[in-house]
Structure formats: structure tokens, C-alpha cells
């Protein structure tokens, strides 16, 4: 029987301190942050961070926790204009993207980065992580 590959997926605030055993550090937030060095992280993946209005019915109070992780991981999965002109061929939302990170973690460590405070528990780099644990 093979076994398949683990993968290893890090969360932290982009504002903590930067280890050597982050290995690959991705900023998965729509917003790069104002006056936040590009050395804080190594990529950006905007795509990856919960739409405007999403962000902002969980800050504003308007939805729950539950209702916020439902509908982020539904935007993930969302269907793009591209896909809308392709008959046959589909991105399926993020799946292509959610497909490199894992295969990169198969290779090294990957540092899933947001904006929130460190000990935020409810924070979408939780979900993310989780998603990319599982197969996609």
C-alpha cells in the first residue's frame, strides 16, 4: 500500500515574528496591509482571503462564526467569470490553487498568514488550513 504524503501547514499573524522554520509564507488576505514590508511574507495570495463584504459582516457583528466559516469556504469553491466561458474545462473557484499549496507542502513547510492578532481562533488561516489538510 503507498502512502500518501503528509503535508505540513503553519497559521500565524504576519505581524510575528519571522522563523526559519516558517518555510514558505503566504499572506492569504484580500488586503496586503498598509505600510507592511513585503519580508513579511513571500507571497501574496489575495484569493485566498474572504471576499470585502464577508470580512466585513463578521467584524460588524452581523454574522456568526459558523455562518462566516460556511460562506468562506463556499467563496473558495465559487466558479469565476472564466469558468462561466469555459464548457468543459473548469477551475472549480480556488481548486488549482489549493492543489500547489499542498504539493508545496509535501516539500516544506507552509506559513498560512493573516492579518489577525496570533491567538485569534476565529480566524479564516484556521479554516484555510484545515481545507488544505483534507483532500481536494
Given at each position: 500500500?503507498?502512502k500518501?504524503?503528509?503535508?505540513?501547514?503553519?497559521?500565524?499573524?504576519?505581524?510575528?515574528?519571522?522563523?526559519?522554520?516558517?518555510g514558505?509564507?503566504?499572506?492569504a488576505?484580500?488586503?496586503?496591509?498598509?505600510?507592511?514590508?513585503?519580508?513579511?511574507?513571500?507571497?501574496?495570495?489575495?484569493?485566498?482571503?474572504?471576499?470585502?463584504?464577508?470580512?466585513?459582516?463578521?467584524?460588524?457583528?452581523?454574522?456568526?462564526?459558523?455562518?462566516?466559516?460556511?460562506?468562506?469556504?463556499k467563496?473558495?469553491?465559487?466558479?469565476?467569470?472564466?469558468?462561466?466561458?469555459n464548457?468543459?474545462?473548469?477551475?472549480?473557484?480556488?481548486?488549482f490553487?489549493?492543489?500547489?499549496l499542498?504539493?508545496?507542502?509535501k516539500?516544506?513547510?507552509?506559513?498560512?498568514?493573516?492579518?489577525?492578532a496570533?491567538?485569534?481562533?476565529?480566524?479564516h488561516?484556521?479554516?484555510?488550513?484545515?481545507?488544505?489538510?483534507?483532500?481536494?
Open positions: 500500500m503507498i500518501e504524503e503528509e503535508t505540513m501547514f503553519k497559521t500565524k499573524s504576519v505581524h510575528s515574528p519571522i522563523a526559519g522554520e516558517d514558505l509564507r503566504v499572506l488576505a484580500r488586503g496586503r496591509g498598509r505600510g507592511l514590508s513585503s519580508i513579511r511574507f513571500d507571497v501574496w495570495m489575495a484569493n485566498l482571503g474572504p471576499s470585502e463584504e464577508l470580512r466585513d459582516a463578521i467584524l460588524d457583528g452581523r454574522i456568526s462564526w459558523r455562518e462566516y466559516s460556511r460562506r468562506y469556504l467563496e473558495l469553491r465559487e466558479c469565476g467569470r472564466v469558468d462561466a466561458r464548457k468543459r474545462i473548469k477551475n472549480h473557484g480556488q481548486k490553487t489549493l492543489r500547489l499542498q504539493h508545496l507542502a516539500r516544506q513547510t507552509v506559513t498560512l498568514l493573516c492579518h489577525c496570533e491567538e485569534e481562533k476565529h480566524c488561516r484556521h479554516l484555510l488550513k484545515a481545507l488544505l489538510e483534507r483532500k481536494i
